[in-house]
């Protein structure tokens, strides 16, 4: 069994400390900035006040996600973490450049 390990993430500006196995820390970083995405898109609607409220509603869009996904058959985790990992490198490939600039 591997060793929990210590990860902070941040969400909608704030930081979380958790723990997670080793080979779950990449789904766990894509799923935060996942979900800060979607706070974010919705703080920048103006319509949701309030970092409670604005992660209500973010968790509702989610859920709405998940059981559209399980409906139309869905895709398998494994499948999702795999197009998850390709997104990833395809933003990271993206983005070394613009490291070089700084």
Do not use: H, W
């Amino acid at each position: 069994m591997a060793t929990e390990q210590q990860l902070t993430l941040t969400i909608f500006g704030r930081e979380y400390r958790v723990a997670c196995a080793p080979e779950e820390r990449d789904d766990l970083i894509a799923c935060a900035r996942y979900v800060d995405m979607k706070m974010t898109a919705i703080r920048d609607t103006g319509k949701v006040m309030g970092a409670d409220r604005v992660a209500v509603m973010a968790a509702l869009q989610l859920a709405q996600e998940l059981f559209a996904a399980k409906a139309s058959g869905g895709v398998s985790m494994g499948e999702l973490r795999r197009r998850l990992k390709q997104l990833n490198e395809v933003a990271d490939e993206m983005l070394a450049p613009q490291e070089k600039l700084f």
